[in-house]
């Protein structure tokens, strides 16, 4: 499918503007530094954790699942005051610049729109200190390490598979479980008649399928191993306008 114009003309003056200075692969190295220093970190910290300290990680990760679907949904979609930098960067910006008719990065210099810059890693691990602190005074110390941990883990694992969804060539990602599965969900996601309410998980699409906001229609381990599979998608999607001229929406280009 060819871009649209505005898509075009959106990319190129968003490309004017990315600072002459901006190093992609430096970019992500900096995502990775933080996150591994605190895995590291935390993780020389845990000393024999007992099987309730490591029910933490469970926890963590059906709560990050939670929490991914609903900053997505309220924050990144919505203008919320004090949080409108969120709104512009994803909805006017990274919706733009990527549709389901051209979903994929051309250069590394692209990289700026794919991955979240450095400080939103750090306001979220941020977020976690409230909880881990009250682990720790409860003398739980192992769980707040663990729970750290766990959360800087599925920071990584976001922006991972986020750009596992805008990469151009998908001969590897298009077979690999899950990858696959949210590369599809997402792409569908960019889909502007639908973006609004549908597919707002990133990493797996485990809240969207528990609110009914997924495009598809089956059950969750269905959801969770879909892949490229574009027979369970719902055709009565609620849109925002007609896409009837676009009848692969909601699928990925095979
Ligand atoms: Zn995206
Ligand atoms: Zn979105």
Known sequence: MEMTKRQTAFRADYRTRIAGAYNGPFHVAVICAIGLATIWTCAQRIHGPTWLDWLVIPVTVVGANLFEWATHRYVMHRPVKGLMSVYRRHTL?????FTEREP???SLRDFRIVFFPPYAQIAILMMILPAAAILFLAGAQNACWL????????????ELFHFCCH???DRLVRHIPLVNTIRRHHIAHH??????????NLTYPFADWLFGTSDLDRGALGH?????????VKTNLKQARSTLDDPTAGRVRA
Request: hydrophobic share 40%.
């Open 93 to 97: 910006a990274h919706h733009q610049f």
């Open 104 to 106: 994929t990065i051309d």
């Open 147 to 158: 729970l750290l941990c766990t959360a800087a883990g599925l920071y990584l694992n976001y």
């Open 167 to 169: 990469v151009k060539d």
């Open 191 to 200: 889909n502007q008649s639908i973006m609004m309410d549908t597919n707002m």
């Open 224 to 232: 969770l191993f879909n892949g490229y599979d574009g027979r369970f």
